[in-house]
């Protein structure tokens, strides 16, 4: 199938075929979170989920977790996003770190995002641009570290505080 165009600066008209077109958007974008608080320094393994509010729809497969290691649905370049929710006490400096794997062994940190602060909230966020070229070796975890006293990430079930968000831009 072919489909009519006019190029407006040269005022010609003709047909283009359909596998000329430009195919894309946005192929995967999925969303997870914390749903419980944590208080001590650890890469995060439990209590999550896939962000289950109405009006929340994943777009593709979605990302698969387990144990805290997520593992893309297909190849391509992905935008992943960590953010971090939570209060701090005197002398913390809360990281979060999301780390990458290509071999499906060794995870290196790639990028980092820290709060401090004392007796309030605060929020805080990285993110990484992730070249996922094979799905059984390319893989994220995200860790907390510098948590002591009585700060705390903060989760919840029920909202999207501490979260993960996982968005396909392209091909590889």
């Not at 794997?101 to 290196?108: F, G």
């Amino acid at each position: 199938m072919a489909q009519t165009f006019l190029n407006l600066a040269q005022g010609v008209t003709g047909t283009l075929p359909t596998s000329n077109y430009v195919q894309g958007g946005i192929t995967e974008a999925d969303q997870w979170r914390l749903t419980a608080g944590v208080t001590s320094n650890a890469d995060i393994t439990s209590n999550l989920e896939r962000v289950d509010n109405s009006g929340f729809s994943k777009i593709g497969t979605g990302w698969s977790q387990s144990s805290g290691i997520f593992s893309a649905p297909s190849t391509g370049i992905y935008k992943i996003k960590f953010t971090i929710q939570g209060y701090g006490t005197s002398g913390d400096n809360i990281n979060g770190y999301i780390k990458i794997t290509t071999n499906n062994s060794s995870y290196s940190p790639v990028a980092r995002c820290n709060f401090s602060g004392v007796g309030s909230y605060n929020v805080s966020s990285t993110e990484f641009y992730f070249d996922v070229t094979d799905t059984s070796t390319h893989k994220c975890k995200f860790q907390l570290t510098s948590i002591g006293g009585s700060a705390e990430v903060v989760g919840n079930t029920d909202e999207t505080w501490t979260y993960f968000t996982f968005i396909r831009l392209g091909d590889t």
